[in-house]
């Protein structure tokens, strides 16, 4: 993966910079885009079929924003507390240095940009989601220490739509976020177009259990557990119900893979974690 200059070659880059920069190239791309996505039809994301792109966009923000404040509650409980092994794997995967831009996509509460600046530092961290609510709690966050010195910016961001400069990343992450993009395909072409040559796509999601038994008795648990875990930590099951559903809609690892392919990524690989319940895909630029 390319690295940028040393701090011996250039002045340091302060939050505000980087914060500058981004406003920028927001400003440039927003005066020639439109709405691509209305009455696009696109994978419904709950059942693998097709839907509108905007009455899909809609209902993923009104989901996470209803939830976003117990969302990491729920986390917790749900995966036994091992979602936290899994953040730490994601941010290895994305192979960051200390001279590297990080660009998290759907990175609701934070979860992975802390896990980040907590175990791997890198120089700047771009903390986006599509849902404001999500990242009003990832500020919090950041007020609280969870940043750990690190430079954090935080902006609303499409992920079909990526406002940032071509080559602009030299690390991109998504966590439980890929699944819940309608334009799945367009996505991946934008998280290839803003990283850097050599740069790293690392992305955690919900998969398939290869082991038939497991992956019944997983499917159980979704059905079950999951609307049962919401009610319990949020007083609602609607979201809960649909995450279940949109986990069983997703591709299965080589699936998932050949669309990273298709997207230009190279040296695509992924490991399983929980025996597939969820996996961790990385492709280089």
């Given amino acids: 993966m390319t690295q940028s200059a040393s701090s011996t070659d250039i002045e340091p880059k302060t939050s505000g910079d ?21 009455g696009h ?32 509650r729920f986390n917790a409980a749900s995966s036994f507390g091992l979602y936290k092994r899994w953040l730490r794997a994601t941010v290895a995967a994305a192979n960051l240095t200390p001279e590297s831009d990080l660009l998290d996509l759907a990175g609701g509460t934070g979860d992975v940009s802390y896990t980040a600046a907590k ?37 609303v961001v499409d992920a079909q739509d990526i406002p940032y400069a071509d080559d602009s990343y030299d690390a991109v992450t998504m966590a439980y976020g890929i699944r819940n993009i309608p334009d799945r395909e367009q ?8 990283l850097k040559p050599g740069g790293t796509f690392a992305c955690l999601e919900f998969s398939t259990p290869p082991n038939a038994l497991w992956r019944g ?65 990385t492709g280089r630029k």
């Fill in 18 to 38: 980087y914060l500058r920069a981004s406003a920028r190239a927001s400003a440039e791309k927003a005066s020639d885009t439109q709405d691509i996505h209305a």
């Fill in 41 to 72: 039809t696109v994978i419904d994301t709950a059942t693998g079929g097709e839907a509108d792109a905007a009455v899909s966009e809609q209902r993923v923000q009104q989901i996470f924003g209803a939830i976003a404040k117990k969302y990491d």
């Fill in 119 to 155: 175990t791997n530092p890198p120089a700047h961290i771009q903390l986006t989601d599509f849902v404001p609510e999500m990242l009003d709690v990832a500020r919090d966050r950041a007020r609280q220490g969870a940043t750990c010195g690190v430079p954090t910016d935080f902006d």
């Fill in 187 to 194: 996505a991946l072409a934008e998280t290839y177009r803003v």
């Fill in 217 to 281: 008795l997983y499917h159980i648990y979704l059905k079950l557990m999951i609307p049962f875990w919401g009610k319990v930590f949020t007083g609602q099951t609607k979201g809960f119900v649909y995450l279940a559903d949109s986990i069983r809609a997703f591709p299965d690892q080589e699936t998932y893979a050949a669309m990273l392919r298709e997207a230009g990524f190279k040296d695509v690989t992924w490991k399983n974690y929980a025996g597939g319940i969820v996996a961790v895909h």
